[in-house]
């Protein structure tokens, strides 16, 4: 009884990531609602295996190398919102942006660290980005999107289902080299036809995908993933899968002439984005200054600024918020992630057919990570749980590899 329970348990939250993760770009409640949904799931399940077991390595979270540091972050914060500016409102914001998504990233993490469940959650990945791209074209074609009945930004910047262009390109780039990781996987697992079938599929919508990083028009969405396409061509051994990612790169930028000016005037003293820009920095600078240890609180950052802006550099307002010392540990935990599966990636080589999808999701995380330096990432519910889904299923597929060469190398012995 109790482990029918534990696999019924263990559906609902495989379900419910699914529909999290469908629904992450159109629907803030629904994410709030799946994401409840899976991590009381994973509660009761891990109560049920102790029961069941007697076992308490069932009571604790999945080890993925960086649990001490989240546990760190995660208290620090917690500080912080008791000795900010409004402690009823920094509480608030801990538990639904902090406490919750950290949580959902351990229910990720153990739960997508199966070669099976991950193909599942690619095709999910794959059919969400369709769907949104989809989106973007009826926008494109006639001013609003279908999902939500949001119009375009302007004329010649598309936002699809999301607030602004700069929130859909943060969702956007991180699905690129995602995508190109998916590419290559599906390339190497498939054989003639089916194998044949992807590359088309997966070339016309890295395509579309490079289309819609054109009508979004973020310098900061653009120089990540140019950054992302460096890091999986030192990395990935399907090299030549990555020239015509290269060449469409080039071909957005030519393109477009807002995005070009945007790109040129990052490198320019006389950019006025830039100057505002910086403004905004300074005044994010002057916040820790006053209150460098724990900050004002998290959700507080705006009622003590006198421009009423976000800091448009997310490190920045995390560590006036919530102090130097909390944005270092998540700065350090991250930094520790990366080279953890960087070493995973060199170690594993061609031994395991998921490399491509480690090298591809961690590329991901490393466009979200950069463009969070010149934007509002971490402010904003949709996007700050994309963070965490990304380097969740990145542990995951870690934990993947890491067993599956384990159990070949056993098998050579």
């Not at 914001?93 to 099976?116: H, Q, R």
Request: aromatic residues 16%; charged residues 15%.
């Amino acid at each position: 009884m109790i482990e029918k329970s534990i696999r019924s348990l263990e559906n609902i939250i495989e379900i419910s990531l699914y529909l999290l993760i469908f629904c992450l770009p159109f629907s803030n409640s629904l994410v709030e609602i799946f994401a409840v949904i899976a991590i009381i799931a994973l509660i009761i399940k891990k109560l049920l295996q102790y029961r069941l077991y007697g076992e308490k390595k069932f009571l604790r979270p999945v080890n993925t190398g960086i649990n001490i540091g989240l546990y760190g972050f995660v208290i620090l914060a917690l500080i912080a919102a008791f000795l900010g500016e409004d402690v009823g409102h920094s509480l608030k914001k801990w538990m639904g942006v902090y406490l919750k998504n950290i949580a959902l990233f351990f229910v990720i993490a153990e739960t997508f660290s199966e070669l099976k469940k991950i193909k599942r959650i690619l095709y999910v990945i794959s059919v969400t980005v369709v769907f949104i791209l989809i989106d973007l074209v009826v926008q494109h074609l006639t001013g609003v999107d279908f999902v939500r009945k949001i119009p375009a930004y302007t004329a010649n910047r598309l936002n699809a289902s999301f607030n602004n262009p700069n929130d859909f390109a943060a969702w956007l780039s991180v699905f690129i080299p995602i995508n190109i990781g998916i590419w290559i996987f599906f390339s190497n697992y498939y054989k003639r036809t089916k194998k044949f079938f992807y590359i088309i599929l997966f070339f016309v919508v890295l395509c579309f995908c490079f289309w819609g990083l054109f009508y979004a028009s973020s310098r900061g969405a653009f120089l990540g993933v140019l950054l992302a396409l460096v890091f999986m061509f030192g990395f990935t051994k399907k090299k030549l899968f990555l020239i015509p990612m290269f060449i469409l790169s080039f071909l957005v930028l030519m393109s477009s002439s807002d995005l070009k000016t945007r790109v040129a005037g990052s490198f320019s003293d006389n950019s006025t984005i830039n100057k505002d820009r910086i403004d905004l920095w300074k005044e994010a600078l002057v916040v820790i200054e006053d209150n460098p240890l724990f900050g004002v609180g998290v959700g507080n950052y705006m009622k003590v600024t006198t421009s009423l802006m976000y800091a448009h550099n997310s490190y920045l307002q995390l560590a006036a918020e919530n102090g130097i010392p909390c944005m270092l540990v998540f700065v350090f935990s991250i930094g520790i992630f990366f080279l953890k599966n960087i070493k995973m990636i060199l170690f594993a080589n061609e031994r395991s057919q998921t490399t491509c999808l480690l090298i591809g999701f961690l590329a991901g995380d490393l466009v979200y990570l950069f463009h969070a330096g010149v934007d509002t990432h971490f402010s904003s519910l949709k996007i700050f749980a994309l963070f965490w889904i990304l380097i969740g299923i990145t542990a995951g597929i870690n934990r993947e590899i890491e067993s599956s060469v384990t159990t070949s190398d056993k098998y050579e012995q």
